[in-house]
């Protein structure tokens, strides 16, 4: 194991700018070697850019990239340790599989390719393919050779850009673990761009969350996910109910907070808003965090609960849970996940009901931030 930052990506001030839009502001950021790093975010938000600055493929307006210990901010992409897997694979279609992946080496002027090209099929677990045309293989297969080909030139880092796009939902959650493994196993450095939060979650170590050319929140996938630190953050990793409330004081380590004639209890710990008595503050709970229970059993619920009342506006039933929208005094469409265990045959719509769950799973956030900031609307979707 060496101990220089041979594969670190460091980016120092990096920025781009096309007339007067701005598609990256100044960016400090650094991809420890050997971790398996997403760029997360919607089109248009600065990943695919970033990604292009770390290839070589854009110049930067400002700022460096250091690669290891070497500035390759104005090398041409060739001339870095770096190879990129598109989203459309890029193989050439009158190769075979075992040729598509020798490319890089015989055009080094490498001549014995044989074992290299067979360890790298194995790593994919394409050797049965090789003499394969890339049309005989599946999008997934194909989408290993790609990965195949660029690792066989051995580069420090690895860059992904949305590399999965193109295939069907369960394909991809099988190459989500198929990635991860071969980055386990090979040790390099992956840089993945993509704007399905589900995959980044499930393959990244660590997660830069970007909006409109800036990082909103760099974590642990579960540290985003439990702890966000912006409206848009809490709204675009998963789903968050967002409830605007008043500070009402404090009881030791606790905020208490006054929303829709109600009160709310709140970790300070677990609060990232200023908590003024009598200031705003954006109460956030998961829906999978919270307990429904019909308004005729409200006496069994244990103290100590957050706790709202409201009537279910609608139910979905998708199999491993049943999805709730109630509405509240304190929240329009408040929405709660419910494990598919032992269903309350009473929880139809129009049913009334009492929301409850752990003051430890509500989290704060400054209220004067858009509350909508994040939230995916249909037309975002179809784009």
Not at 187 to 214: K, L, P, S, Y
């Amino acid at each position: 194991m060496t101990t220089d930052n041979g594969g670190d990506v460091r980016l120092s001030g990096i920025s781009k700018t096309y007339g007067s839009f701005t598609a990256v502001h100044p960016l400090d950021l650094t991809v420890p070697e050997g971790s398996f790093f997403a760029l997360l975010g919607a089109s248009g938000c600065g990943k695919t850019t970033t990604l292009r600055m770390i290839a070589g493929l854009e110049e930067p307006s400002s700022g460096t990239v250091f690669l290891g210990d070497q500035e390759v901010t104005h090398l041409p992409p060739y001339k870095r340790p770096v190879n990129t897997v598109f989203q459309s694979y890029a193989l050439f279609p009158h190769l075979d599989i075992f040729e598509n992946v020798a490319f890089g080496l015989r055009r080094r002027g490498i001549k014995s390719v044989k074992k290299q090209v067979e360890d790298m099929l194995e790593l994919v677990q394409l050797g049965e393919q090789a003499r394969k045309k890339p049309h005989q293989l599946s999008g997934g297969q194909q989408q290993r050779v790609a990965v195949a080909r660029a690792l066989i030139n051995h580069p420090k880092v690895l860059l992904l850009d949305e590399p999965l796009g193109a295939l069907d939902l369960k394909l991809r959650r099988q190459m989500q673990l198929e990635l991860k493994r071969i980055q386990t196993e090979v040790g390099i450095t992956f840089v993945h761009v993509t704007h399905d939060q589900e995959e980044a979650m499930t393959m990244a170590d660590t997660v830069a969350v970007m909006n409109a050319g800036r990082v909103e929140q760099l974590g642990a996938p579960a540290d985003l996910y439990e702890n966000p630190q912006t409206t848009f953050v809490a709204n675009f990793l998963g789903t968050s109910n967002l409830i605007e409330a008043a500070v009402d004081g404090k009881d030791g380590d606790d905020i208490v907070l006054a929303a829709g004639g109600g009160k709310l209890v709140l970790p300070q710990a677990r609060c990232s808003a200023p908590t003024t008595t009598g200031g705003k503050v954006l109460v956030g709970v998961r829906p999978e965090k919270i307990s429904l229970t019909h308004i005729d059993d409200a006496g069994e619920i244990p103290g100590g609960r957050n706790r709202i009342t409201g009537r279910i506006a609608d139910s979905s039933f998708i199999g491993v849970s049943t999805q709730y929208v109630i509405d509240s005094a304190v929240c329009p469409e408040f929405e709660v996940y419910s494990q598919n265990i032992d269903r309350d045959a009473r929880l139809t719509p129009g049913a009334e009901v009492v929301l409850h769950w752990s003051p430890a799973h509500t989290f704060g956030l400054d209220a004067a931030q858009d509350i909508d900031a994040g939230v995916e609307t249909v037309e975002e979707e179809a784009a």
